[in-house]
Nanobody, 128 residues
Framework: QVQLIESGGTLVQTGDSLKLSCVVS????????LGWFRQVPAKEREVVAA?????????YYSDSVKGRFTISRDNAKNTVFLQMNDLKADDTAKYYC????????????????????WGQGTQVTVSS
């Protein structure tokens, strides 16, 4: 059974930095494509960033976070991270990590439909 547990969400001020973590247990972490998504009430869940499992991972970022957020993974710790810098009020959301087994190491998955496993989310609130 695959489980994803996010942590690191909290209340911060505009311009602050925050790092989210997601520990994945079960399955073979090194073969998972991983992603971070976020959702606010009454809106669809949207992709924030995604990463492949290749030796030099490929990454994807939504336009709204490009240049401010960085996704990374530590296969030794079964953990995916989301470093968020220069946070804005619009970044306020519940953040979810997601994982999916892929044979192709270069695949980067940027849609909610692509992922099988999801965490319960961690709330990030950015106050102005």
């Amino acid at each position: 059974q695959v489980q994803l547990i996010e942590s690191g969400g909290t209340l911060v001020q505009t311009g602050d930095s925050l790092k989210l973590s997601c520990v994945v247990s079960g399955g073979t972490f090194r073969n998972y494509a991983l992603g971070w998504f976020r959702q606010v009430p009454a809106k669809e869940r949207e992709v924030v960033a995604a990463i492949s499992w290749s030796g030099t991972p490929s990454t994807y970022y939504s336009d709204s976070v490009k240049g401010r957020f960085t996704i990374s993974r530590d296969n030794a710790k079964n953990t995916v991270f989301l470093q968020m810098n220069d946070l804005k009020a619009d970044d306020t959301a519940k953040y979810y990590c997601a994982a999916d087994y892929r044979r192709d190491s270069l695949v980067v998955l940027a849609s909610t439909r692509d992922y099988t496993y999801w965490g319960q989310g961690t709330q990030v609130t950015v106050s102005s």
